[in-house]
């Protein structure tokens, strides 16, 4: 009765233990280490070795859980190896795997072996005992991650001839490494027995592969039943556990009774029973999805459990001695690799871009790896600690070399699909409609309604639908990616695919490589495609069920339901950014809203809280706002940067000082807060008379200054040696580029009555210095002292044209140079009543 309690007392001790690992673990990948690593940290800490909250006895108590944990990770490592998805490139796969195995072995064992003088346990073994360990470690070292493989390959979301070729190399070399695990077990048994190596030994290895294959097929068996029966899917993956180590159980049974009874033991190694099970489950049945989805459920609580122990069962001691050992195991394992991937590679005909890096691919080690190490324990319990100890060092230093160089190899073969970096919000709310149709008009209308910056893209559209439409419609030719550049997707929020869920994917696809578009909207056409589209992070609309869904949502959520589709009246909801750095760090109870607003939802690194009163809003942060449309209005201008702040900083900094006075910021407010209903002043005739240059290539800005100088010399009546001289001696005083984008270069010369303006657009960029190499738009200005007011009232004009969230697309898309022009007359502006 006391043994028992002790056993429960184990394992409640150890539950709290495994959770707290599993906590540890995630502080780990936010350090960006592997998780297995903190799970293996997690376990030292409580081991005996330092907190003791784990015995060494506890950790014999406990085999039985190493035991579970084993069949699921040889279940797990058979059923990653389907056929269907390695035929393709069978012959590369086989070759790169025939030569890894055999220069990671080779050198794994003989190094061992050459360094057995330097290992305590060691120092006393025969020769043969050497040989059966070295044989172990090197069939240990050939081992891979398959579930580490899969994760990067799916963060990154890579496909390609590479990646393929990476996954199934992983794959099988696990089948062989389980297998020659099996194999080297009997070897070195009988080396370290003294049994010798004659034809009876042979026939002995044939008889125990045979009895393990046909134990591995009933297995099969047996898992194809379980998962054919019609019971909740949580009973099944306690069965199928307990089936393995009822393996484990049968395994041992037969060597004890066997060493008893003749005059030789017989080893049957589980791991390989449970591995072929796992195979023939994967590929001989109907259940394999099934089978797939309950390792994977499963997976995360064996391996805490798994690796926890691991890490309490290392000897601290012996690491303190051997780890120069596992130094060196891991270098020659790293050149093992070099060199079977690389030859295997050559005999394949593997392109030579690919096998320079192939090998970078191939390092990190895990669940199979761990799961042998242990095994040792098991099946040689004279050395199995203690060599355990060296080997889990070597995994845990491929796990953290692995990881990023495969990710470096992957991005190297030009494989990663990853999202890319989401531009800052510019302001306006821009949206790009994939399809011309009665829905997506209705959506453009509605979206223009709300302040939204639409246009509508289709290949099928004719110049009468142009004409005939009240909203913004352009053909496309094909969904390529220089199509989505002359469509500016790149500046829009939002981008919505109304056409075949082929066509969509290509959108998104491109939409989430190239421009990381915040708002992906998918119409679904076939279901069987939502896996796609929820993998780019796509905001997906099945037809099929959003009506049955919104009637669902309006019989149980009436009023909330009204409310989010903006039918109660004068009632609307808005997705604000916040960008006001005033705002930064204050609670959502602090702020005082309009009081027929309420916030609904805050939305942080792509993550949702819950909306309390004690939330501290972030810049960044987008907050989800309920409210009528003056209000929505006024909460948007507090949540965005003070507009008027920001026109006086930026005409301040660029203001030549012949111009500067005490009273500079009081005029300038003046300026920017005059309201006037006039249609043209000053500025505007300044424009239409202005030279316009539209260079088609990258420049400098000496090139500009002389183009400038030459455009504008002859209405200055001023050489233009002179103007270019002047104008280079401003932009040495300090840049005249206001942004990355914008410059404004302006200088004072003498004489009176005298102002020029000259507009300049560059695509390609012109180089004003480090900090601003590609500004696209210029407008240099030219002026007498005695024209310090309208000078001031020009900058103001231009200021508040550049800083419209539509400015620099409307710019770049202009068509010639009436149409740059445009862009100015046709801006919204405070205007001023005199023209002359």
Known sequence: MENYLDILFFIAGFTVIALASKQIGQFFIKAELPLISGFLFTGILAGPYVLGLISVETTENLRFVDEISLGFIAFAAGSELYLKELKSRFKIITWVTVGIVVSTFSLGS???????????????????????????????????????????????????????????????????VITLFAVNSSIADALLT????????????????????????????????????????????????????????????IREATHAILPFEILLEPLLICMIGGFLATNYSEHREEFSKILRDIGPPVYVVFFTLAGASLSLDVLAKTWPIALVLFVVRLVAIFAGSFSGGALAGVPMKYNRIGWMS?????????????????????????????????????????????????????????????????????????????QSLALARSLRSHGWSVQIASMEVSDEDIKASDVDIFPISSL?????????????????????????????????????????????????????????????????????????????????????????????VAELELRNPNLHGIALRELRLPLDTLILSVRRHGQMLISHGYIRLEVGDWVTVIGSSKSLEEIALRFDINREYALLHLIETVTPKELASRSLETEVKEIIREESGIPKDRFDRFVEESSVIDIDHAIGVEELFQLVAKA??????????????????????????????????HIIIDGKHTFGMLLARCKEGITFSESAPMVYAVFAMVGTRDERNFHLRALSSIAQIVQDPYFEKNWLRAKNEKALRDVMLMAKRKRHGRTC
């Not at 199979?368 to 230093?397: D, M």
């Not at 160089?405 to 970096?421: L, N, P, V, Y």
């Not at 233009?720 to 270069?745: C, D, N, V, Y």
């Open 362 to 438: 191939l390092i990190t080690q895990a669940g199979v790896g761990l799961g042998l190490a242990k095994q040792l324990v098991v099946g040689f319990p004279e050395f199995g600690a203690p060599l355990a100890t060296i080997i889990i060092s070597v995994i845990v230093l491929n796990q953290i070399v692995g990881p990023p160089m495969f990710k470096w190899a992957i991005c190297m073969a030009g494989e990663a699909h990853t999202r890319a970096e989401t531009p800052e919000f510019g302001g306006g709310r821009n949206a790009i409609i994939f399809g011309l149709e009665g």
């Open 110 to 176: 003989l190094t061992f072996f050459m360094l057995s003088d330097f290992i305590p346990f060691m120092q006393s073994m025969p020769v043969a005992g050497r040989m059966a360990v070295s044989i172990l470690v090197g069939a240990i070292l050939v081992a891979r991650s398959p579930s580490s493989a899969i994760a990067i390959v799916n963060e990154l979301r890579a496909m390609g001839p590479f990646t393929q070729t990476v996954l199934g190399v992983t794959m099988i070399t696990d089948v062989v």
């Open 712 to 745: 504008m010399a002859v209405r200055l009546n001023i050489k233009p040696a002179l103007l270019f001289e002047l104008l280079m001696a401003r932009e040495k005083e300090s840049s005249t580029a206001i942004s990355q984008g914008i410059a404004i270069p």
């Open 480 to 572: 390529t990616l220089d199509v989505l550049h002359h469509l500016n997707a790149g500046q829009a929020e939002a981008i919505v695919a109304m056409l075949s869920d082929e066509e969509n994917y290509r959108i998104c696809e491109l939409a989430y490589e190239h421009f990381g578009t915040e708002s992906l909207v998918v119409r679904l056409n076939n279901r069987a495609n939502f896996d796609r589209f929820n993998a780019l992070g796509a905001l997906i609309v099945d037809p099929t069920i959003a009506v049955v869904s919104l009637l669902d949502h309006f019989v149980r959520s009436p009023t909330a339901t009204s409310l989010l589709l903006g039918m109660e009246e004068n009632q609307n």
């Open 194 to 253: 003294g049994l010798g190596f004659d034809l009876s030994f042979i026939i002995l290895i044939l008889i125990e592969m045979v009895i393990s294959l046909a134990l591995g097929y009933f297995l099969g068996k047996i898992l194809i039943r379980i998962l054919a029966c019609s019971i909740n899917s949580t009973v099944k993956a306690g069965i199928i556990l307990l089936t393995g180590y009822g393996v484990f159980v049968l395994s041992a049974a």
